[in-house]
């Protein structure tokens, strides 16, 4: 476990007390509202070995660099995700090394259990009784989950628009879902919870956002410690992630750093977000650090990244890191998503394959030249909103119950060859 100093602003460097985890820096209102973030004892990333093999497997095999012990920790087995290569999408637009981290695979479906497992470890850690998150859906049943293993009481703010089945995960954990009539109405509400009865915030919690509970967003770390290793500690040319809050682009970056620190890898890479709106994209136009709230022309099909307004945490990230953002629309995000299932054989979220949409855009730009290595960050499973992928489909061809029906409208429908299979094989 690694010993927490403090708190840091994220913009400013300002430094804050520990238990300050459920504000924003102050100092920094006036120009832009910026999230904090963990500062660790300067012990932690003295130059050390990298993990040795019976170090141990999923989120907890990199223990040391988080702020929670692995014996305290509220665990459901997140983290350890499948990296794959993408031979026949990256065919498609002429990348050689393409690769998927696929944290479809965790918990809750989603790669949110990284930031709950954390966030709710802390919690229990620090004595809290309640947890409470906004969500969309995916951050909310993440939260649900690992607040019922910690046999914590956990109420979830979300609002019209969420996804049916993401509303039945969270309540099927035991939470109380309240469902607010504006997106907006949440965070008084949550304010509230948290000032006057102690809640513990995991996710954001007042208006404007600013990002999420900086304990929470340690999680995130092991996502660039695994990609590391995955590719024998070898770091991607790009990351590309679809971007709400920007929580994991920031906990991505920082386990980058800390792994140039501690001497395991020499580069960082260019960190990309794939967003709705195109809140970041503005800001990185304008130059300032302050964000634009969108107008919001068109409904999103990505409802887990539909905000109209970034952070700074996620500009700042974009920038230093030499990075992009791209505004990505509802055709390509749900063509990436039947081109991922149907080439490489994994259904992710539409959100997630925004970061897939943004990878062809940027190779098609010659932005990505055709050599380096890029992994899109494949967040959440596509059972969580089957409905957005079911409208896109055909119907299904109804058969009837007579044998010799079935088999003519089968090869009238071209789904039974014309010719039956020769002696020396099968047909297609
Ligand atoms: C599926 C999915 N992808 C991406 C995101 C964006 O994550 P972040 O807020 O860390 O940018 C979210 C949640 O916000 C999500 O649910
Ligand atoms: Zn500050």
Redesign the pocket.
Known sequence: MAQVRGLQCVRCGASYPADHYARDCPACRPVARSNLMLAYDPAMLAPRPRPAADAGSGLWRYGDLLPVSAAEAVSLGEGGSPLHRFDRAGGLVGLANWLGKDETRNPTW?F?DRLACLAVSSAKRMGARVIVSSS????GAAAAAYAAKAGLRCVIFTFKGTSGPMLTQMRAYGATVVACENKDDRWKLMEHAVRHYGWFPTSPFFGPVVGSNPYGIEGYKTLAYEIAEQLQWMVPDWCV?????????LGMWRGFEDMMALGWTDRMPRMVAAETYGSIGAALAEGGDALPDMRKNYETVAV??GATRGTYQ?LDIVRRSGGTALTVGNAEMMRWQQILAEQEGLFV?P??AASLAAVERLALDGRIAPSQTVVSLL??SGLKDPATTAAQQQDLLPVPANFEAAVALLTASKIFPDQPRTAQGTCA
């Open positions: 989603s949110k969309s859906g995916n951050a992630l679809p971007v709400c809050y920007g929580d994991a682009l887990s990244i996620a979220e959100a997630s967040t959440a």
